[in-house]
């Protein structure tokens, strides 16, 4: 396969009789296929785009096109020397060929640019491909044209560092409107392309927002295409801490915290269920109707099991779905939570080493657990205790967040000072009256 290869090689790079190119050309394309390769004659490339220009000889322009896709299905070398020669405006410029087969190779090259380093998408970038790409997004464009164009811009829209946003702005209106289209793979990169202007800067979510795609996102997150669920998850997560109430509201209704459940409780990845969390989160902060939503779903209890054994990336807004519960809930919807068991896995978290997030937020909670407690106690609803301080100490919670006063965080620290002198100082002063105090006992000044 590699001499023959070769040996067109040669006679692309040696033959001035027309006759004779198209013959090494194609077998050239086809080995290529067969063999992908590291390296190819140097003067190979630079010939193949003359052929590329030869408008009279179409059957040597569309085996020229051929052959550079199939040199930049090999490795990142081949890619930079096919960069090297000046193939980005080249491939750039035949975007706006009417020939559709000579704009699929060129879309082709122009992703495997993309996907294959940064650098060679901002080179891409550079060349002014937007326009042309976009142009591609008609309804004469046939199919296949339209799937390989939005899989070479949502390549364009990802990596990291991003693109700049007012780079990529452009294309947020087209892209609205090809969300409405019913190919499942246009759709797919579609929704991969906004989930990643979506991410990071607030202008890109603004924009996305504006696009007014939100509910056509909530039908694709919906739908039973498999396809369709990550990059559609994915874009939701980004927006919907930014979506007005009434859009949330919307969300729920069409079924969204059942979906929701399912992806919690089966066999989807960690970054699956984060997302999840995340939307969750956004949906629990806006009111108490929607906390109770979301209690309603049966979605609290799935949500503490993931907290006893999450990872770092899960815990943040694992917590902070409780916390903005435990901040923004009624006294019942806060019994309730404790009655479902946040006490225990919160007081967990308090050792949670270098995670200083996670360790305030769970302090927070407490925070006003123990105030719903303080309330009960003050109605005679209990005996003369805070039923919820004592659930805290008998969890481990006293101790651990005793042990707090001393973290490196001064945040953290006064926290945890307060919640002992307001709920726990009274105990202690009875305790040491009658000279049953634990040595373990001490209150200190952390400002």
């Known amino acids: ?122 080179i891409v970038l550079s060349y002014g491909v937007l326009m042309p790409l976009l142009a591609q997004f008609n309804d004469e464009t046939k199919l296949y044209i339209t799937r390989k164009a939005m899989w070479t811009f949502s390549l364009l829209c990802a990596g990291k560092p991003k693109p700049q946003f007012e780079q990529m702005k452009p294309a947020i209106l087209p892209l609205a409107h090809l969300i409405h289209t019913e190919d499942d793979e246009v759709l797919q990169h579609a929704c991969w392309a906004l989930a990643n202007l979506s991410l990071g800067e607030m202008d890109g979510k603004q924009a996305v927002i504006d696009a007014g795609v939100f509910p056509r996102l909530v039908e694709l997150l919906l739908s039973p295409s498999h396809q369709l669920l990550r990059p559609a998850l994915y874009t939701v997560a980004n927006i919907i801490p930014y ?118 937020l769970c302090l927070e909670g407490f925070e006003n657990i123990l105030k719903v407690g303080e309330a009960e106690k003050n109605q005679g609803n209990t005996e003369d205790t805070n039923v919820f301080a004592q659930m805290i100490d008998d969890a481990g919670g006293l101790q651990k967040i005793k042990n707090l006063q001393t973290h490196d965080n001064s945040e953290i620290c006064e926290i945890a000072v307060k919640l002992l002198e307001t709920y726990w100082q009274k105990e202690d002063d009875e305790q040491l009256l009658s000279g049953d105090a634990p040595q373990s006992v001490c209150f200190l000044d952390c400002n």
């Open 1 to 122: 396969m590699f001499l023959k290869r070769k040996e067109s090689e040669a006679e692309i790079c040696g033959s001035t009789d027309d006759t004779l190119l198209l013959k090494p050309t194609k077998q050239f394309h086809t080995n290529l296929y067969r063999d992908p390769v590291e390296e190819v004659t140097s003067g190979v490339v630079p010939q193949l785009f003359e052929f590329l220009k030869r408008d009279d000889y179409p059957q040597l322009q569309c085996e020229a096109a051929l052959a550079i896709k199939g040199i930049s299905n090999s490795s990142s070398d081949m890619i930079n020397t096919l960069i090297d020669h000046g193939s980005v405006p080249i491939m750039v410029s035949l975007l706006s060929s009417p020939k559709d087969v000579l704009r699929g190779q060129a879309l082709h090259v122009l992703g495997k640019f993309a996907v294959d380093s940064t650098k060679s998408r901002d």
């Open 243 to 360: 979506v007005d109430v009434i859009q949330i509201q919307v969300f729920i209704d069409n079924g969204a915290l059942p979906f929701l459940l399912n992806l919690l409780t089966q066999n989807y990845e960690n970054i699956v269920k984060k997302n999840a969390c995340g939307i969750i989160s956004s949906i629990i902060r806006r009111t108490k109707d929607h906390i109770q939503a979301v209690i309603e779903a049966g979605i609290i209890s799935p949500l503490l099991q993931l907290l006893q054994n999450a990872d770092f990336s899960m815990k943040i807004p694992l917590v902070r779905a409780f916390c903005f519960a435990i901040t923004n809930g009624t006294n019942e919807q806060i019994k309730f939570l404790v009655h479902e068991g946040c006490i225990k896995s919160l007081c967990d978290l308090l050792v949670s080493p270098n995670e200083a997030r996670v360790i305030k």
